[in-house]
């Protein structure tokens, strides 16, 4: 079983949306192939820190812009 230092940026992000659609830490863990702890401490990194991704040397993380955009800066459809 993965612990949470193994799993992949996708395997995060099947278990944050996964226990926001409602899914048991015991299920969930089953679905991604991971332990329990590992659904509670990556869940948990998410919500303190709205991140998925580990911190490992050599792994890049890009984040989007936080800046605000004005209802001007939206193309007109």
């Known amino acids: 079983m993965g612990k949470a230092a193994d799993l992949s940026e996708f395997d995060g992000g099947q278990i944050v949306m996964a226990r926001r659609l409602g899914t048991s830490i015991t299920?969930?863990?089953?679905?991604?192939?991971?332990?329990?702890?590992?659904?509670?401490?990556?869940?948990?990194?998410?919500?303190?820190?709205?991140?998925?991704?580990?911190?490992?040397?050599?792994?890049?993380?890009?984040?989007a812009s936080s800046k605000k955009k004005d209802v001007g800066d939206c193309p007109a459809w």
């Open 27 to 63: 299920e969930t863990a089953r679905l991604v192939g991971c332990t329990r702890s590992a659904v509670v401490s990556i869940h948990a990194k998410w919500i303190n820190d709205g991140d998925t991704s580990s911190r490992r040397q050599g792994v890049l993380v890009v984040h």
